[in-house]
C-alpha cells in the first residue's frame, strides 16, 4: 500500500486550483498577489496599489525593506527567475507617492489605547487602532518618532513614508516621554511597543520583530488581539511572526530594470496565479476526459486500489490514453511529467495483469510481425565491423519501401560499410507497460549493434532516435539528416510549407533545424506553425492510444492540421500518414531529399503495410546477395472489399489477413450462419483476444465481402446448431 501511495505524489505538486499562492505563504503581511498581479494584468494599477497600502501600512517603508521571500518561492513554483513582486511594489508605490490615504473617519470607539514607543512595530498599532476608531496616543521617549527609520533614511521618510499615512486619523504624538513616565490611568488598554517592561494587567505586550516588515506585522497582530478582546471579551492568540522564512538580507535595492505602466503589465503577465492550467488547455487527453490533476491524481489512486474497499479503475483509460508526447512537463512550471508518470502507473497495471489487452494487441501483432522472419533483417557488407548502422525503424517501410532502400543506397554510396537493421525500436512494447519485455527488445537490438562493432546508429525515425538514445545508452545515435549532404533545389509541389515537429523530436533543436535546412535548400519557402519546436504536439499516433479513444484521436488529428494553412513537410512517417488520411497536402522530407511520391500517393492500407515490409526484406536480400530466410507470406483468399468497408477495416484495424481467414476456415468447416433475409454468409474466427466477424458471399471464385467487425468476446458453442 505504501508503495502505491507514493506512486502518487508527483501529481500532488501541482499548483492548479491552489486557494493560497506560494508566494503569499510566506509573506509577512498575508499579502494577496495573486489578486495585486491581476490587477496590474489588467492595468488596474491604482486597484493594486490600495491592495498593498492596505496590506503594509506603510508603502514607502514596506517596498524598501522587504526581503521578498515571495521572490525565490516564485522562482521554484514557476521557474525561470520568478517574477518581481518587490519592483513592482515599489513601482505602484512611486506611481502614487503624492496619493493621500484614505479617510476612515474620526472617532467611533470609547476605549482610549496608548501606543508606547514609535518604533514600526508601535507606528503600524497606532494607525490600526486609529483607522478603526480608537482615540490613540502614541508615546515616544526621544525626540523624534520612529527613529530607526529616521536614523537610517532620514526624516523626511517618516514625515512622508509613516506619519502621512496618519493624515486623516484622530491620532496623538507625544514625545520624550519616557514609557515608565507615562500616565497609564488615563487610558482603557496600553500597547506597549518599547523595549521597557511596563507592569499591569491592561498592558498588551508587542513581539518584538528582528525585520522592518515583522515589526509592521507584530503592530497589526497585536490590533487585532487587542480589538477581538475589546469587542468579544476573549483573548485571541497572537499567531507567531513569520521571521524563518526570510533568508536575505534588508536592503533598499532599486528594481533591477526600470519598470513603467507597459512593463509592469508584461511583468504581471508572468504570474500564473499560482492556478496554472496550461496542461489542460494544451494536452488533447485531458481536455477530452475534462480532468485536472487533481481529479486525474485521485483516479489513478482509485486505479491503483490505493484504497483496500475500493475495487474501480475508472483511471485505466486515462492512463491508456496519454499520448507519452512531454508536451505537459515542457509548458508546466513546475515541470511535471504527467506523461511519464501515467507510463511508470502503465508499468504497475501492466505487472497487476489489469492492463486492457485489447488496446495494444493489434500494436503487439505487428511488431510481432515486424520482428518475424518474414520482415526482420540484418546485414553487414563487409566483415569486421561497421562505421554505421542503419536501423530505419518497422513503420518507415510499411509506409514506403524505398524510404528504407534507397535511403540504405544513400548510406552505402558514402559510407560502404554501412549494416543494415530492419526490426521495431520496441515502442509497442513499451507502451503496453511492458518493462521486461522491453529490455528484451533492446538486448536485441543491442547484441546485433555489438555484432556490426558497435557503429553509431543511424535512423530516419524520430521515435526510434529517442527510443534507442534512451535504451542503448553507450551508443551514439544520430537522425540521416545529420550525415548526408543538403539535397539540391528541386521540383516543388508547393512553394510555401510549415515544417510539422513529431512529439518525439521536442528534446532534439539540432534534429528540428536540420530538417528546416534540407527543406530550405530543396527550395521550400517556410513559416512555423502555430505548436513547433520545444512545444510541439503529438500527431495522435504516440502510445497508440487510436483503440482507447478514437474520437479524441480524431479531435486530436482535426487540431494538429489546423495548425497551419499550409502544407506541411514532415519527418517522422506516422505524422505523414495519419495527416494524408485526412486529406492534408504533406510531404514527408525523405519524399523530398529522394525525388519519390506526388500528389496522388495515399496512404497504405494496414494489409498494404505488412506487405510493404515483406516485400522491403524481399528486394533487399535479392539486391545484396543476401540469404532469405522469410518463406511466402501468407496467401489471402480472393476477395472484392470496396473502398468504404476497406476504410473502415482500417479504422477498426482489422487486417485483409483476418477476415481471409475467418472466410476460409468457415467454408472449410461449414461453420457459419446464413442471413434469411440476404442469404448472406456470417461467420467468427478468435484470432488471439479479438474475434472477427466477416459477412460475405462466394462470388466469381473468390467472395464478396460486406461488412466485418470485431469484438473482445470469446464465442463458444456449436455454430452450425444455432
Not at 503 to 515: A, F, G, I, T
Request: aromatic share 8%; glycine share 8%; net charge negative.
Amino acid at each position: 500500500m505504501t508503495e502505491q501511495k507514493q506512486t502518487t505524489t508527483d501529481l500532488t505538486q501541482c499548483i492548479h486550483g491552489s486557494k493560497i499562492t506560494p508566494c503569499n505563504e510566506l509573506c509577512p503581511f498575508e499579502l494577496d498577489v495573486r489578486d495585486i498581479m491581476a490587477k496590474i494584468k489588467k492595468g488596474s494599477f491604482i486597484g493594486a496599489y490600495n491592495l498593498y497600502r492596505e496590506a503594509v501600512l506603510f508603502p514607502e517603508i514596506a517596498c524598501r525593506l522587504c526581503p521578498a521571500p515571495c521572490r525565490e518561492k516564485c522562482a521554484s513554483t514557476i521557474g525561470g527567475n520568478g517574477v518581481d513582486i518587490k519592483g513592482l511594489e515599489r513601482f505602484l508605490t512611486e506611481l502614487f507617492l503624492e496619493k493621500d490615504p484614505a479617510s476612515f473617519g474620526g472617532i467611533i470607539e470609547s476605549k482610549k489605547i496608548a501606543v508606547i514607543g514609535s518604533g514600526l512595530s508601535g507606528m503600524a498599532a497606532a494607525l490600526k487602532f486609529s483607522q478603526a476608531g480608537y482615540a490613540v496616543t502614541v508615546f515616544e521617549e526621544g525626540g523624534t518618532l520612529c527613529p530607526e527609520i529616521a536614523e537610517r533614511f532620514g526624516e523626511e521618510l517618516v514625515s512622508h513614508g509613516i506619519l502621512r499615512q496618519f493624515k486623516y486619523s484622530s491620532c496623538e504624538f507625544v514625545t520624550g516621554v519616557a514609557p515608565a513616565s507615562v500616565d497609564t490611568s488615563a487610558f482603557d488598554f496600553i500597547v506597549n511597543a518599547s523595549n521597557t517592561e511596563l507592569p499591569g494587567d491592561k498592558i498588551f505586550r508587542v513581539q518584538p520583530g528582528s525585520y522592518a516588515v515583522n515589526s509592521i506585522t507584530a503592530g497589526k497582530n497585536i490590533y487585532r488581539q487587542l480589538d477581538w478582546y475589546i469587542k468579544t471579551g476573549n483573548l485571541k492568540e497572537i499567531e507567531p511572526l513569520k521571521t524563518e522564512v526570510f533568508s536575505a538580507e534588508e536592503k533598499d535595492e532599486a528594481p533591477e530594470v526600470q519598470i513603467d505602466k507597459p512593463a509592469a503589465r508584461a511583468m504581471a503577465g508572468e504570474c500564473t496565479g499560482c492556478d496554472c492550467s496550461k496542461c489542460m488547455e494544451a494536452c488533447a487527453m485531458l481536455k477530452d476526459y475534462g480532468s485536472d490533476i487533481i481529479d486525474l491524481n485521485r483516479a489513478i489512486g482509485m486505479t491503483l486500489n490505493l484504497f483496500e474497499h475500493v475495487d474501480t479503475r475508472e483511471g485505466t483509460r486515462q492512463i491508456s490514453g496519454c499520448t507519452d508526447c512531454g508536451l505537459c512537463k515542457e509548458i508546466c512550471p513546475k515541470g511535471i511529467d504527467i506523461g511519464a508518470f501515467l507510463i511508470e502507473t502503465k508499468k504497475t497495471l501492466f505487472k497487476q495483469g489489469v492492463i486492457p489487452h485489447a488496446y495494444h494487441d493489434y500494436w503487439l501483432r505487428d511488431y510481432a510481425f515486424a520482428e518475424s522472419e518474414k520482415a526482420f533483417l540484418f546485414h553487414m557488407p563487409k566483415e569486421g565491423s561497421s562505421g554505421y548502422m542503419f536501423f530505419p525503424g518497422c513503420q518507415t517501410g510499411a509506409s514506403d519501401p524505398r524510404y528504407v532502400s534507397m535511403s540504405y543506397e544513400l548510406l552505402l554510396s558514402r559510407y560502404p560499410d554501412t549494416s543494415l537493421l530492419l526490426g521495431c525500436c520496441g515502442a509497442p512494447i513499451k507502451w503496453t507497460g511492458d518493462d521486461e519485455g522491453m529490455e528484451k527488445a533492446h538486448e536485441k537490438i543491442r547484441q546485433y549493434w555489438e555484432k556490426a562493432g558497435r557503429p553509431v546508429i543511424v535512423t530516419v525515425c524520430p521515435s526510434c532516435h529517442k527510443i534507442l538514445k534512451n535504451s542503448i545508452d553507450d551508443a551514439k545515435v544520430v537522425m540521416l539528416y545529420d550525415v548526408i549532404d543538403v539535397p539540391e533545389k528541386k521540383e516543388l509541389p508547393f512553394e510555401s510549407a510549415a515544417v510539422f515537429d513529431p512529439c518525439s523530436s521536442r528534446d532534439y533543436p539540432e534534429m528540428q533545424l536540420k530538417v528546416r535546412e534540407m527543406a530550405k535548400a530543396a527550395g521550400f519557402r517556410l513559416e512555423e506553425s502555430r505548436y513547433h519546436g520545444k512545444e510541439t504536439q503529438c500527431c495522435s499516433y504516440g502510445n497508440q492510444v487510436y483503440d482507447v479513444n478514437r474520437n479524441m484521436v480524431e479531435k486530436q488529428v482535426k487540431e494538429r492540421m489546423g495548425d497551419s494553412e499550409l502544407p506541411y513537410i514532415v519527418y517522422c512517417t506516422n505524422c505523414r500518414d495519419i495527416f494524408a488520411s485526412r486529406g492534408k497536402s504533406v510531404r514527408h522530407i525523405l519524399d523530398v531529399i529522394l525525388g519519390i511520391n506526388g500528389e496522388e500517393r495515399g496512404v497504405p492500407t494496414l494489409q498494404q503495410r505488412r506487405t510493404n515490409r515483406y516485400e522491403l526484406k524481399k528486394a533487399l536480400t535479392e539486391k545484396y546477395g543476401i540469404e532469405n530466410d522469410q518463406g511466402d507470406i501468407a496467401g489471402l483468399a480472393d476477395m472484392t472489399i470496396d473502398e468504404k468497408l476497406q476504410k473502415k477495416m482500417d479504422d477498426n484495424l482489422i487486417l485483409t489477413e483476418d477476415v481471409s481467414s475467418v472466410i476460409e476456415n468457415a467454408e472449410k468447416s461449414g461453420a457459419y450462419l446464413v442471413d434469411p433475409e440476404s442469404g448472406h454468409r456470417i461467420a467468427h474466427e478468435l484470432r488471439g483476444i479479438i474475434t472477427y466477424w466477416a459477412e460475405y458471399l462466394p462470388e466469381d471464385g473468390g467472395y464478396r465481402v460486406f461488412n466485418v467487425y470485431s469484438h473482445r468476446i470469446n464465442i463458444k458453442g456449436d455454430v452450425s446448431a444455432v
